[in-house]
């Protein structure tokens, strides 16, 4: 026999279980907890920050990433600039011929920077 459960009774079950799990982690059986949130205003105000983009042509491009993240720029992309799809497997063997967004562009510090590097033996 099927049997069906209705949405109080759930309901009510699961406020049960939350207070039962409350009790269990040594806080009164009344008692509710509520996680904590960032303040939506906080998000808003990192999301909106926007830096001036460094000039890195010509420079090592290990040095070039270190000082894009010593100014904010977390989100940061590489590409062969010579066009043979290569992986930029130690950074410090390349040098920085070009670069998106222009440099001095002010831009979002979530934006994606692309950093279009040469080998140095090239």
């Given at each position: 026999?099927?049997?069906?459960?209705?949405?109080?009774?759930?309901?009510?079950?699961?406020?049960?279980?939350?207070?039962?799990?409350?009790?269990?982690a040594g806080q009164p059986?009344?008692?509710?907890?509520?996680?904590?949130?960032p303040a939506q205003s906080?998000?808003?105000?990192?999301?909106?920050?926007?830096?001036?983009?460094?000039?890195?042509?010509?420079?090592?491009?290990?040095?070039?990433?270190?000082?894009?993240?010593?100014?904010?720029?977390?989100?940061?992309?590489?590409?062969?600039?010579?066009?043979?799809?290569?992986?930029?497997?130690?950074?410090?063997?390349?040098?920085?011929?070009?670069?998106?967004?222009?440099?001095?562009?002010?831009?979002?510090?979530?934006?994606?920077?692309?950093?279009?590097?040469?080998?140095?033996?090239?």
């Open positions: 026999m099927r049997r069906t459960i209705t949405l109080a009774a759930t309901a009510a079950a699961l406020g049960t279980a939350a207070i039962a799990a409350g009790s269990a059986a009344g008692s509710t907890t509520h996680a904590r949130m906080a998000s808003v105000s990192i999301d909106a920050r926007r830096a001036r983009v460094p000039n890195e042509i010509g420079r090592n491009h290990q040095a070039a990433q270190d000082d894009l993240q010593a100014h904010g720029f977390f989100n940061l992309r590489e590409r062969d600039c010579t066009g043979r799809g290569r992986l930029l497997l130690f950074d410090r063997n390349w040098k920085v011929v070009r670069q998106s967004p222009r440099p001095g562009a002010r831009v979002s510090v979530n934006r994606a920077i692309t950093l279009c590097s040469v080998k140095y033996s090239d």
